[in-house]
Each structure stands twice: as C-alpha cells, then as structure tokens.
Nanobody
Framework: QVQLVESGGGLVQAGGSLRLSCAASGSTFSPNVMGWYRQAPGKQRELLAT???????TYADSVKGRFTISRDNAKNTLYLQMNSLKPEDTAVYYC?????????????WGQGTQVTVSS
C-alpha cells in the first residue's frame, strides 16, 4: 500500500519561505510524475508544479519564479521550496504521484498540509 505523507506546512509572514516535503512509502514505488497541488477555501484544487521521473518540471504561472519542485528518487521524497510567499498562497497543499500502467494511470494523494501566509 503506497502512502504519501506531507510535512513542512505552517504559518509564515508574507515574503517568507517554506519548504514542503512529501515522503512516499513503498520500496518499489516509482511514480512517473509527481506534483504539488493546493486548495484554498471555496476554490478548486489547483495544480502548481510537476516533475517527471527524469527531472523535467512544469509550473503554474501563479508560482513560476517563486516555487521550486524537486525530488529525491533514492529517498522517494518530493519537495516544494516556496519563496516570496503571498497571502494568496494560503491553502492546503497536497502532493500527488502518478504511476502509468499499460491500461490506466494510478493516482496517489497525500493528506495535505496547511500553509498560511499572513500579511
């Protein structure tokens, strides 16, 4: 059973930084794509950044230049370095992992970690 566990959320002032981590259990777990999403109250879940197993990354315009996604395949851990945080970054942040199989794609989600940015 694969589990994703996020950590690193908290309360930070605007302009500050946080680093989120997402640890994946399962020694044979090797996702093709991992990503970070967030969901603010009353809003839809938003894709922020993805990283392929080979290291290729993509970012949403809202976080480009401020957030950096990275992964340590040996440790099965995903990271999100968040700099220059703004109050509008306040949300619950989720990590996601996708495993591509011949006939389907399996999705795994963490439980979420709260990030609150005060003005």
């Amino acid at each position: 059973q694969v589990q994703l566990v996020e950590s690193g959320g908290g309360l930070v002032q605007a302009g500050g930084s946080l680093r989120l981590s997402c640890a994946a259990s399962g020694s044979t777990f090797s996702p093709n794509v991992m990503g970070w999403y967030r969901q603010a109250p009353g809003k839809q879940r938003e894709l922020l950044a993805t990283i392929m197993s080979g290291g290729y990354t993509t970012y949403a315009d809202s976080v480009k230049g401020r957030f950096t996604i990275s992964r340590d395949n040996a440790k099965n851990t995903l990271y999100l370095q968040m700099n220059s945080l703004k109050p509008e970054d306040t949300a619950v942040y989720y990590c996601n992992a996708k495993v591509w199989l011949p006939l389907r794609s399996d999705d795994y989600w963490g439980q979420g970690t709260q990030v609150t940015v005060s003005s």
